[in-house]
C-alpha cells in the first residue's frame, strides 16, 4: 500500500481552506467523519448532507487539487438496520447481561447478518462515489458492545475477532463494488487485543490509540496506557502490514 498522510475532520468542518492547508501540509488525503453515537443514524445524516445543494462541492475542490478524499464513519446501524430486530432478533448481539439487544453492533456468528453488512457495505460504496479506494465502515463507538451469545462464547470470539469478522463482511462488500477495494479493521475499544480470526487479504489496520495520554509521547514508558499500545501495535503489525 502507498503511504498517505492525511487528517481526518468532521463534514462540519471541512471548508475551502483546506484545500490550501493540505497542499501546504504535503497531506495526500482527506477522511470525513460524521459524529455517531449509537442510535444517531450518522450515516443517513451524511448522506443527506452530501446530497444538498453543493453538499460535495469541497469534496470536489479537494479532489481537483489531488486529495483523497475518503469517508470515516461508524456504519455498522445503517450496514445492519436496527428496525430489523423485532423480526429478526438473532442478527444481533446478547450482551453480558446475557440479554439480545439491537443497541449496537451484531451477532458476528449470524451469517445472515454478516451477509447483510456485506451487501448494504456495497450500497454504501456506491453512494458515496469516492475516489479513494480505501473504507472505513467502522462498528459502533462503544465498548463492551460485542457478542455473548452461545455461538460466539463457544467460537471464543474475543472483541478483535468479532471487529475482524465485521471487517471481513464489509471488505467482501465494497469490493463486490470496487475490484480494488480494501476495508479498515479499527484497533480499538474492545479490540484492544491481538485478533485469532485471520483477516480477509484485503483488510487492512486502522490503529486507534484514542484513550491514551496525548500529552505524553505513546513509547514514553512513565505512560501505561502508551507502553501497552506500543506492544498491541508490535503484535497486530505481524498481522497486517504498516
Ligand atoms: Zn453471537
Known sequence: MDCTKGVVLLYEDLCEHWVRWCRDGGLTSLGVHKIALPGQGSVDALLEALDAPGGRRIIGMLEDAGITVEYELHALEWLLPRSLFEKNPTLFRVNEAGVRTADCNLCPSSAAALDMVSENACKLAKILGQSSHRYFFWMDDA???????????????????????????????????????????????????????????????????????????????????????CRLLENLLTIFPA
Open 143 to 229: 465498548v463492551h458492545a460485542g457478542c455473548s451469545c452461545e455461538s460466539c462464547k463457544a467460537a471464543g470470539y474475543t472483541g478483535a475477532d468479532q471487529g475482524i469478522l465485521i471487517a471481513n463482511a464489509i471488505a467482501r462488500g465494497v469490493k463486490a463494488y470496487d475490484p480494488a477495494a480494501s476495508a479498515a479493521y479499527l484497533a480499538y475499544a474492545d479490540a484492544k487485543m491481538l485478533p485469532t480470526v485471520r483477516p480477509a487479504d484485503n483488510v487492512f489496520l486502522e490503529f486507534a490509540p484514542m484513550d491514551r495520554d496525548h500529552a505524553k509521547p505513546i513509547c514514553d514508558p512513565a505512560e501505561e496506557r502508551g507502553v501497552d499500545y
